[in-house]
């Protein structure tokens, strides 16, 4: 009996054959990274996904997908723990919801004029590189504060910055804020944008930001993050399977299972530990992908040219 035969499934959109426990287990690994970070986890199932051979253009609708179920199950376990500020994830939404659009239009156009590969693995190592720096940069930080007993609290009473003097505030009762919606809604409109170009739910870059330039309380970021990711990935699946027709149902199936009973385990890890060593991690986890990224642009490949003949053999 060819047992390889019984694990392989075939891909229609991505026009080739795959190992079904390869895929599961892609998803429950990013499942359960979503539920532990509060990442939509796209930044990673595209690259994992672009690493299996998978067309970037599927890798990058397809994994948007993904992103919903791990986001949904992961978002309704902080809604039940109430650590999930609905009226800040609906602002953010709205501004998620316009970037979405606009991506969409520059992946096509990218798609049209044969760069959209290149420039997905850059933005990519661009992005992974500086972000997952940093967030290691500040962990490691606070951590070693922590050891002096110093204090490690990221947010200050009375502490503002230049965001905070902004017009049109709204008081957010659940985060414990008064803050200007515009900085709100440009956030979530440039994740709009990640998340269509680069098939991302952009939590590796919104938790950092709503934490360090917001100043929202770290319990909840995690689940309005999630939140927000649900709603603009959907969207962003939806209209990429209309006009680009690059959405592959039957790998984003598996995926979709995998990840939602995944993201329930990562959830209950993550909330036995503390903020710090959930950055550092996140931070570890962001460069290691950015650099096998980096590494796979500039290492020589073992074949140059590709032919491929049509019809038959």
């Given at each position: 009996m060819n047992w390889g035969l019984a694990v392989t499934i075939y891909l229609p959109i991505a026009e080739l054959s795959v190992n079904i426990f390869i895929i599961l287990g892609m998803g429950a690994a990013v499942g359960f990274l979503s539920g532990m970070f509060g990442v939509g986890g796209g930044f990673l199932i595209t690259p994992l996904l672009i690493f299996y051979n998978i067309p970037p253009v599927v890798a990058v609708a397809t994994g948007a997908n993904q992103v919903v179920a791990s986001s949904i199950s992961g978002a309704i376990t902080h809604f039940r723990r109430g650590s999930l500020d609905m009226k800040l994830g609906s602002v953010l939404l709205v501004g998620g919801l316009a970037g979405a659009t606009v991506g969409i239009w520059i992946f096509s156009l990218l798609r049209s004029i044969g760069q959209l590969d290149l420039f997905i693995s850059l933005l990519y190592v661009i992005f992974l590189g500086t972000i997952g720096g940093l967030m290691l940069w500040e962990s490691v930080n606070a951590m070693q504060r922590a050891r002096r007993n110093e204090p490690t609290t990221l947010r200050k009473p009375g502490h503002h910055n230049w965001v905070h003097r902004l017009p049109l505030k709204m008081r957010f009762k659940k985060s414990k804020i008064y803050l200007s919606v515009i900085p709100i809604v440009a956030l979530g409109f440039s994740i709009g944008i990640?998340?269509?170009?680069?098939?991302?739910?952009?939590?590796?870059?919104?938790?950092?930001?709503?934490?360090?330039?917001?100043?929202?309380?770290?319990?909840?970021?995690?689940?309005?993050?999630?939140?927000?990711?649900?709603?603009?990935?959907?969207?962003?699946?939806?209209?990429?399977?209309?006009?680009?027709?690059?959405?592959?149902?039957?790998?984003?199936?598996?995926?979709?299972?995998?990840?939602?009973?995944?993201?329930?385990?990562?959830?209950?890890?993550?909330?036995?530990?503390?903020?710090?060593?959930?950055?550092?991690?996140?931070?570890?986890?962001?460069?290691?992908?950015?650099?096998?990224?980096?590494?796979?642009?500039?290492?020589?490949?073992?074949?140059?040219?590709?032919?491929?003949?049509g019809g038959g053999y």
């Open positions: 990640l998340t269509s170009v680069m098939g991302v739910g952009g939590g590796f870059i919104m938790v950092p930001a709503m934490i360090y330039l917001l100043r929202i309380p770290t319990n909840v970021v995690v689940g309005t993050s999630l939140f927000q990711i649900i709603f603009v990935t959907a969207y962003t699946t939806i209209i990429q399977a209309a006009t680009n027709f690059s959405v592959d149902i039957v790998l984003a199936f598996f995926l979709m299972v995998a990840g939602v009973i995944g993201a329930q385990y990562g959830v209950r890890v993550g909330q036995r530990l503390r903020g710090e060593q959930l950055r550092a991690l996140l931070g570890l986890l962001v460069l290691a992908v950015g650099l096998r990224l980096a590494i796979a642009l500039v290492v020589r490949p073992e074949d140059i040219y590709s032919v491929v003949m």
